[in-house]
Structures are given as structure tokens and as C-alpha cells.
């Protein structure tokens, strides 16, 4: 599959698109990284902003989402289909909740953080995230946080 600028990310708004970013986690998370469900599926589903991403037919590639803490403005739950992987979706992810996450009035001047797997990094570094801290496991796979110093 080539790379793709056509991918299209929208913030969820129907029970149905939901469903679809579940999967999506289920698949990448759950099957994939061997997350405990109850680790991955937790009770900040109903308060969190969740975003779902589509290839250029309308299938299910990405998907993520965003949410207040007490620290700060936290992205999180980043998933991207094994066949969509290295080709822009990602990205196109990171961009949309960002500008999601901007266009809130409540995040004014919020701390905007994450926990990246090792292997995301250099994707959240090209949106001025930068690391902090040391290095932690989160459901026994190795984690930095991650911070957005300007925006």
C-alpha cells in the first residue's frame, strides 16, 4: 500500500464510530501488544474525545484520543492498523486531535502530555513533543513521557 495523503480523522460522535475505534484498539492493543483489556478499556471512555481514522474508502485504519487530568491535557490510546503503518495515518492522527485539542477553549494553557511507546517517538518529536523523565513500563511495555512545550 503506498503512502497516503487521503486519509480523513474525525472526532466520533455516533455509537457506530465508537465501535470502530474499540476494534481498532482491540486489534492493535489487546491482540497485537497483549494488553490486558482491563488495562486498555478503562473509565475514562465516556469523558475522553476519541477520534477515528479512515483510509481513503471509508475503512477503519487509526484512531486516538484525548482528555483532561489533573496534569494537564493527556493524548493517548494512538492505535494505526498493521496495513496502515508508515503511511501518513499516524500523523494524520497526531495533527487532528492537536488541532482538536486547540480549537477546545478549556486547554488554554495547559501542560499537553503523553506516554509514547519507543517506537512512536520520533512521530510525536515531529509535532514538538519532547521527552521527560525516565523511562517506565505501562502494561509491561516501555514508555516516555512526553510534553509539548509550545503550541
Known sequence: ????????????TTAE???KVFAIREEVFVVEQEVEPE?????????SYHFLGLDENGEPAGCA???FTDNGVKLE????????R????????????????GA?????????YLHAQLPAM??????????????????????????????
Not at 77 to 84: D, E, I
Not at 90 to 100: C, F, I, N, P, T
Request: net charge negative; aromatic share 14%.
Open 1 to 12: 500500500m503506498p503512502v497516503s495523503n487521503s486519509f480523513q480523522v474525525i472526532r466520533t
Open 17 to 19: 464510530e465508537l465501535n
Open 39 to 47: 488495562e486498555e478499556f478503562d473509565e475514562f471512555e465516556e469523558t
Open 65 to 67: 484520543r484525548w482528555r
Open 77 to 84: 490510546r494512538f492505535a494505526v492498523r498493521k496495513a496502515y
Open 86 to 101: 508508515g503511511k501518513g495515518m499516524g500523523g494524520a492522527l497526531v495533527q487532528a486531535v492537536l488541532d482538536d485539542i
Open 104 to 112: 477546545h477553549s478549556k486547554t488554554a494553557g495547559k501542560k499537553r
Open 122 to 151: 520520533p512521530l510525536y518529536a515531529r509535532f514538538g513533543f519532547e521527552k521527560e523523565g525516565d523511562l517506565f513500563l505501562e502494561c509491561d511495555i516501555e514508555h516516555y513521557t512526553m510534553v509539548q512545550n509550545s503550541y
